[in-house]
């Protein structure tokens, strides 16, 4: 499987921006996807996940209520909205695809990852 990330970019703060991760081929419908993030001098952290259809999505404290994860089963998109961009959401944002059904909140959780695109929040 092949993630391919795309919708990065640079925003003001406040601003909104749509990130999409299309896999290469069919993720099985029960496997988990999340997305991470890596910010300059920091380690990844996990942002968002969503298992399978039907599933609640849930998030990291730092952007509940201004990120949602969704996910299109049938043209194996993953996207992740997010407005009220900070300038502390500036990093590396990667998705990936979970070993199981459940994705977990760490990444030693997830087998196939995406190149990441880039968000940058300017203040």
């Known amino acids: 499987v092949q993630l391919q990330a795309s919708g990065g970019g640079m925003v003001q703060a406040g601003g909104s921006l749509t990130l999409s991760c299309a896999a290469s081929?069919?993720?099985?419908?029960?496997?988990?996807m999340g997305w991470f993030r890596r910010a300059p001098g920091k380690e990844r952290e996990f942002v968002a996940a969503?298992?399978?259809?039907?599933?609640?999505?849930y998030y990291a404290d730092s952007v509940k209520g201004r990120f949602t994860i969704s996910r299109d089963y049938g043209k194996n998109v993953v996207y992740l909205q997010m407005s009220g961009l900070k300038p502390e959401d500036t990093a590396l944002y990667f998705c990936?695809?979970?070993?199981?059904?459940?994705?977990?909140?760490?990444?030693?959780?997830?087998?196939?990852w995406g190149q990441g695109t880039q968000v940058t929040v300017s203040s």
């Open positions: 081929r069919r993720t099985s419908s029960n496997n988990g």
């Open positions: 990936a695809v979970a070993r199981g059904a459940m994705p977990p909140r760490e990444a030693s959780g997830y087998n196939y």
């Open positions: 969503v298992g399978w259809s039907g599933s609640t999505p």
